[in-house]
């Protein structure tokens, strides 16, 4: 098992950005797949972007594709998630997760999860 916490969450305008961070403890980081995923109130958790292990190839969900950076430091075992020009509709909880295997888009693939922080655009 793998500790992830994730910080960098807050309250900007539209069309504003923030760079959220995840920091992983534990089992070993190496050969997992690291991924965000978000929640808004009432609806489903969604699958925001990952990123392999040896390559670093990345998957973007096409509402951020252009938008948000997922990226990865794994002598740090960190990855993070740049987003820029920010929406109201990208208003939730973040989370990043992680899993050793092949890249998933589906939330209940991951077995360790952070506790999530919040994201709030204004408009």
């Known amino acids: 098992q793998v500790q992830l916490v994730e910080s960098g969450g807050g309250l900007v305008q539209t069309g504003g950005s923030l760079r959220l961070s995840c920091a992983a403890s534990?089992?070993?980081?190496?050969?997992?797949?690291m991924a965000w995923f978000r929640q808004a109130p009432g609806k489903e958790r969604e699958f925001v972007a990952a990123?392999?292990?040896?390559?670093?190839?990345?998957y973007y969900a096409d509402s951020v594709k252009g938008r948000f950076t997922i990226s990865r430091d794994n002598a740090k075992k960190t990855v993070d998630l740049q987003m820029n020009s920010l929406k109201p509709e990208d208003t939730a909880t973040y989370y990043c997760?992680?899993?050793?295997?092949?890249?998933?888009?589906?939330?209940?693939?991951?077995?360790?999860w952070g506790q999530g922080t919040q994201v709030t655009v204004s408009s």
């Open positions: 990123i392999s292990w040896g390559t670093a190839r990345t």
């Open positions: 997760a992680a899993r050793w295997g092949a890249t998933s888009y589906s939330g209940s693939a991951y077995s360790d």
């Open positions: 534990g089992r070993t980081f190496t050969n997992s797949i």
